[in-house]
């Protein structure tokens, strides 16, 4: 049996954006919904708060995908719910998942529903509030093992949520010898692409020797826009610099979750950089 191609990216055409209604997850909103727009999937808006018994979700507390397509001026304001699917192919599906662990109710919908891409705000703690309260998004993305988008708080991101319009113009990817980065790499380009920004550079940044810098693997069509940056130094300190240094509207990390006792206190590197960076993050589990 061959091995699969690193660059061979399957869609992301079924987005799960779990929400607690706050103001805060609303740039997440916005690009979940935008990511499957791009795709014509289907996009699962899920209600991730603990709900008591009998207790109903307050959906309209938050933005809807109507009023925020017609805002986007993709519908009219008249238009039918149909509209969605039938002039969009967009398909959506709003869901409460009552439990005593959201996390795992939300594990459950996004496995029964073969979800490829999940999207979340977080607040990227440090210190010790992380320790006393954890961090719910970093926690999920870790037990779901699909590759999962981080918005920070507070940072608008790549989507403007006022117009739909994304904006890509660079993408950070640290990689190593020992986590293959091919899959990372073609998913950054498959989602610029889908979004439109042609215009995409993805800077591949490697921390250590010339003589350990593994290859970027990207397809063919993609070599121009891809560059290459050789850094030495520790590695997280680097990658907030160099994110700093190109203004990356996204960095990407491809993740072998936590190993040892050492990531175990710290967090694994992905979530070192998610808390520290305060920029969009987008994990990838290696294949």
Known sequence: MTS?????????????????????GEAAFAHALRLALATHGHFYL??????????????????????TLTRWGLLAPDAAPTAVSEKLGL??????????????AILRFTTENRCDLLVLATHAREGLARFLQGSIAESLARRAKIPTLFLPVGHPGFVDAATGKASLRNILLPIDLST?????????????????????????????????????????RHE?????????????????????????????????????????LRGSTTEQVLRQAGRPLLAVPVR
């Open 46 to 67: 899920v209600h991730a708060e603990k709900l008591e018994i009998g207790e109903d979700a307050d959906w309209a507390a938050f933005p809807g995908v109507r009023s």
């Open 180 to 220: 293959s980065s091919g899959y990372a790499a073609s998913l950054a380009f498959r989602i610029a692409d889908a979004l439109d920004c042609g215009d995409t550079l993805l800077h591949a940044l490697h921390v250590g020797t010339p003589e350990e810098m593994p290859t970027a693997a990207v397809d063919a």
């Open 224 to 264: 121009s826009r891809l560059r290459r940056i050789l850094a030495d130094g520790s590695v997280v300190p680097r990658i907030l610099q160099t994110a700093a240094e190109i203004d990356a509207d996204l960095i990407v990390m491809p993740t072998r979750g936590r190993d040892g006792l050492l990531d175990a």
């Open 91 to 104: 398909r959506v599906t709003k869901a409460d998942v009552p439990d005593e662990d959201p996390t795992d």
């Open 4 to 24: 699969p191609d690193p660059t061979d990216v399957q869609d992301f055409s079924h987005i799960v954006h779990p929400t607690d209604f706050t103001a805060g």
